[in-house]
């Protein structure tokens, strides 16, 4: 009943930048999550509706970063110095409350999934 749309992704070489979006109208928590090929699909990023839970795989911390603009209804993940290990189809997620409960890392903590963006790094 919720569509999330993403878009940013693109073929890129290693250390440059991508900003991915996802248009999600209403007040969620959001997550990116990104799943490789012949991988399981990982949690990447995490931000509450206020912003008081912003979180990180440790692969990413310090390269990534996940913002929002709720007047736009857009979150978005601004991938830096990617590496050819970011390589993946990229997901936004929604979770209808807006607030995390104990976990955001996990698929189970989201309701609503986007159609995911290809990211593709060149070494």
């Known amino acids: 009943q919720v569509t999330l749309v993403e878009s940013g992704g693109g073929l890129v070489q290693a250390g440059d930048s991508l900003r991915l979006s996802c248009a999600a109208s209403?007040?969620?928590?959001m997550g990116w999550f990104r799943q490789a090929p012949g991988k399981e699909r990982e949690f990447v990023a995490a931000?509450?509706?206020?912003?008081?839970?912003?979180a990180y795989i440790d692969s990413v911390q310090g390269r990534f970063t996940i913002s929002r603009d709720n007047a736009k209804n857009t979150v978005y993940l601004q991938m830096n110095s990617l590496k050819y290990e970011d390589m993946a189809v990229y997901y936004c997620?929604?979770?209808?409350?807006?607030?995390?409960?104990?976990?955001?890392?996990?698929?189970?903590?989201?309701?609503?999934w986007g159609q995911g963006t290809q990211v593709t790094v060149s070494s």
């Open positions: 997620a929604a979770k209808q409350t807006g607030a995390f409960g104990t976990t955001y890392r996990t698929e189970n903590d989201y309701d609503y």
């Open positions: 931000l509450s509706w206020l912003g008081r839970i912003t």
């Open positions: 209403g007040r969620y928590a």
